[in-house]
């Protein structure tokens, strides 16, 4: 492992977009730490295949981020490791509908917790360390949230709240680290124990202005240009074919 080259840590990175956007970090010689929750077959071997490339510049750590014990102990593990932290990507998401008149209280600490909670004390935790390397936080959002689907209400709650933590941390953490998010559109199709009905898919291709879905490394080259454009912070980017302005 070269210690002086940057570290990143990618939640939820084992698989998706995630994976993605952990390949193209990896791509620029960037260290990571990929976090993960119950991937552990994915992102054993996305960790294989990408120190086949750099021997000991990838680690991995298992924890619940909607604990924040968990949330501690990844900032802690990556200092330990890598002896620094200069990116970190707040990916890690559940999505799944809750229909008014049977949300319970667990939806709510789930979807809170992981697209919202963690979010904040992982960028609180890591603050300190990415001020010693005037750092980077982006948030992974979603672009449709302006105009919540129906039936998903706590988790368009969740994602409404990160934009605003995003555009609060930029104000908190200024001037040493910058912090904005990327809201993806229609790139990749939802995991569902039922397959999201085609024709609906066809509907929201159809909103898009380029008429097609996109592709993880989308989202991938998204991070790469904020990472890049050092004079943005704050920012939403949408990376939605244009759906969220097509009428």
């Not at 008429?211 to 904020?226: L, M, S, W």
Request: proline content about 4%.
């Amino acid at each position: 492992m070269e210690e002086n080259l940057k570290t990143a840590i990618v939640t939820g990175g084992a698989r998706r977009i995630g994976a993605a956007i952990c390949r193209r970090l990896h791509e620029k010689n960037i260290n990571l730490l990929i976090h993960y929750n119950s991937s552990k077959k994915e992102v054993l071997a996305l960790q294989s295949e990408l120190c086949a490339n750099r021997k000991n510049s990838v680690q991995i750590f298992a924890a619940d981020l909607t604990k924040i014990n968990g949330c501690l102990k990844l900032i802690a593990f990556c200092i330990k490791y890598f002896g620094r932290l200069d990116i970190l990507i707040n990916n890690a998401s559940t999505y799944y509908p809750t229909e008014i008149g049977k949300i319970t209280t667990e939806h709510w600490e789930d979807l809170l917790g992981i697209n919202l909670k963690a979010p904040l004390f992982l960028s609180q935790a890591a603050a300190p360390f990415l001020k010693k390397t005037k750092g980077s936080i982006i948030n992974i959002t979603d672009a449709n949230i302006d105009n919540p689907k129906k039936g998903y209400s706590v988790y368009s709650i969740a994602k409404a709240g990160l934009i605003n933590l995003t555009k609060s941390l930029s104000q908190d953490l200024a001037p040493e680290i910058r912090v904005n998010s990327i809201a993806p559109g229609p790139i990749i199709w939802p995991d569902s124990k039922q397959p999201f009905d085609e024709n609906y898919k066809q509907i929201v291709i159809k909103q898009t202005l380029l008429k097609r879905t996109g592709e993880p490394n989308d989202i991938a080259q998204a991070v790469e240009f904020i990472l890049a454009a050092n004079y943005i912070t704050g920012h939403n980017l949408k990376v939605d074919g244009g759906r969220s302005i097509s009428t």
